[in-house]
């Protein structure tokens, strides 16, 4: 089970760790190319200058030809994969300059930046957690532009800046988050991030006297940790480093060149390794996922107490196994033999399989996570793609649950075996994120934090509705829109999805889903097949050769709402991020006529080379690779890149992406853009907005998300039109 605190080393392309992260069960053969290059000699080379010159700039075609497994695969913009030529920034210049030119003088502007204000522009706090009585937190407030770390001595204590990163950057592009606490909580790790990046460095503070500890470790994809021995001597981590994952041991006051390697000798940098320290300090336990969908994991643990040797868990089973250590025993949820996930115990001083003890079995819902809390197992479910927690006692046995407002989101449970306290934020459309306290013991629950968001819930409803798919599949959807609502068919419709990785797609606040709806709109979330609301099965039923499914669920989806009124395909509107942003890729090549304007943003889409970039061998697992044979016809039959056909009336296209995403590399977004642009037979426009400085992952200041979401609505406002727009 999961650290409060972890990296991203290991997400998804998806969404940053509060969506899928090492810590939950969402976590992300090689053959010869035989290459044959040639130019087309048709094509007029076109310099950078002359490009500034049009709008959108005219992208050179150099088409490389590569023979794959007996197919030859086409790529006539792979020069735009060389992110720092000076070719490609002249070109990335030009787009930039035809999109702001574009959504620049959109009328409405003004005003959904100040609604977009009102609604993000209030005082947020992160879920807190405990060590030693002290609590701490993140927290924005209604005029900053980045979260301030923050803490308190005692439950109402008063609040101390920690650190706070106004001043790391004058364009407030570096941002700070808690990377790991003591036992005591007077010695803090947190991580400076600059941009969108994945990679932090980490720094300390000691909490009693606001002083900096000399110990900073260097930019890096941290997986997890700190996580501090109870002396404050040292700590535990784990990073990924050019020979695969690894973890280490820190001693606090040396130089960090001369970490003591602990684990991960021949993992390769396609595994991801997690590392933790029992609350007791007795275990270390270690965790390796085989990539991103978390097919399977191996799980070992080292007694520290006697400086036992490292022994295995788990390290031949086919599944998901994570855990955590309370007294003597692991406690194990794993999707194997259950692909709804159940729980195991395994007793420490005995931990071979036989002694192995299921105490909470697989169930009718999905079970997402869990937390050791109060001597209790307080764990997450998926019903229907709505939040629920249970509570258990440590044995399995019921002990009631937590009653939530409503469908919404559960997310980010912390609290101590220990102490009875725990805390969990929860949200749903019209409800921002609210952080929750909950006693254990007394079964008390309270609000901890509100955010003063100026929204009437009672205006607006939340629906969910089950559609067919093509194959005859039942997939929900949630929709939200403002109460009185004419099915008509000419509402201005808004879909999202995302169908991968285990994700569970369920409601969560949305500032651009409120605007919307405000206006008239409607907001879909259909559930896609390849997420993991309903386990394992639906997982698998979206990912590998079956990954045609979730696109085709999106369209049924689509299919439904019109069918049915709400919307019809020249108002409908869809939007996806990161694996999302390959949903949209196969939406506008598959089915173009079917929608009205497309935002794909941060995008995974030419699914023949992905895995050459970034980490992005973490994803193998999930979707294959162009390099096993057996893979190769699947991906190239659906890589949206490698589909896009000269002639074609594409709807309206904004693609978005950024320089500092280390995800998800940029090099996606601009080869579709050009060669969408080059193709376009219609007359609307495909754009990209792409920011030099920022990229995929948390940190992105408030003036930022408030510019790119404007910007956003605007573009889709303007193409689907609509009353109220």
Known sequence: ??????????????????????????????????????????????????????????????DVAETIHGTVVHDRYRWLEEQDSAETRAWIDAENACTQAALGRLAGRDAIAKRLGELIKVDTIGVPIERGGRYFYAKRAANQDLFVLYMRRGAKGEEEVLVDPEKLSADHTTSVNFEGVSDDGKLVGYGVRKGGEDEVALHFLDTDTGKERKDV???ARYISGPTFRKDKSGFYYSKLVEEGPRAYFHAMGTDSAQDTKVFGDGYTPDKILAVDLSEDQRYLLFTVFYGSACDRSEVYFQDLKIAGPIVPVVNTL??????????????????????????????????????WKEIIPEGESRMEDFRLVGGKIVAQYSHNAASELKIFQSDGNAAGGIALP?????????????????????????????????????????????????????????????????????????????????????????????????VSETPLFRDD?????????????????????????????????????????????????????????????????????LLMGAAMTQRPELFGAIVCGYPLLDMVRYQNFLVAKYWVPEYGSSEDAEQFPALFAYSPYHHVMAGTK?????????????????????????????????????????????????????????????????????QVGGKGF
């Not at 090492?22 to 290459?35: G, H, I, V, Y």
Request: charged content about 20%.
């Open 1 to 62: 089970m999961k650290a409060e605190f972890v990296a991203s080393a290991g997400a998804a392309p998806g969404r940053f760790c509060s969506s899928l992260h090492l810590s939950n069960t969402n976590l992300f053969r090689l053959r010869s190319f035989l290459p044959v290059f040639f130019l087309l000699a048709s094509v007029t080379t076109v310099n950078a200058q002359d490009a500034k010159a049009k709008c959108p700039p005219v992208a050179r075609m150099e």
């Open 217 to 219: 470790l260097p930019r």
């Open 318 to 355: 086919d599944g998901c196994f994570q855990g955590a250590i309370a007294n003597d025993t692991l406690y194990l949820q794993t999707n194997w033999q259950a692909p709804k996930w159940r729980m195991v115990a395994v007793p420490l001083r005995t931990p071979s399989q036989e002694h």
């Open 406 to 502: 409503q469908l919404g989101t559960v997310a980010g449970v912390t609290g101590r075996w220990k102490e009875s306290e725990a805390f969990f934020s929860f949200q749903s459309f019209a409800l921002p994120a609210t952080v929750y306290r909950y006693d254990v013991a007394a079964r008390g629950l309270e609000v901890w934090a509100k955010p003063a968001v100026p929204l009437d819930a009672s205006a607006f409803e939340v629906k969910q509705v089950w559609y067919e798919s093509n194959d005859k599949t039942q997939v929900p959807m949630f929709l939200f829109y403002k109460k009185g609502l004419q099915l008509d068919g000419a509402n201005p419709a808004l879909m999202t999805a995302y169908g991968g990785f285990d």
């Open 513 to 581: 889903a409120v605007v919307w709806v405000e206006h008239g709109g409607v907001f879909a979330l259909p559930s896609l097949r390849g997420g993991g609301e309903f386990g394992e099965e639906w997982h698998r039923a979206g990912m590998l050769e079956k990954k045609q499914n979730v696109f085709d669920d999106f369209y049924a989806a689509a299919e439904w709402l019109i069918a049915n009124k709400y919307t019809r395909a020249d108002k409908l509107a869809i939007t996806g991020r990161s694996n999302g942003g």
């Open 650 to 718: 594409y709807p309206a296209v904004l693609f978005l992406t950024g320089d500092s995403d280390t995800r998800v590399a940029p090099l996606h977004a601009r080869k579709m853009t050009a060669a969408v642009q080059a193709a376009q037979g219609g007359d609307k426009p495909i754009l990209l907005l792409y920011d030099t400085k920022l990229g995929h992952s948390e940190g992105r200041p408030v003036s930022k998300i408030i510019e790119e979401d404007t910007q956003v609505l605007g573009f889709l406002m303007w």
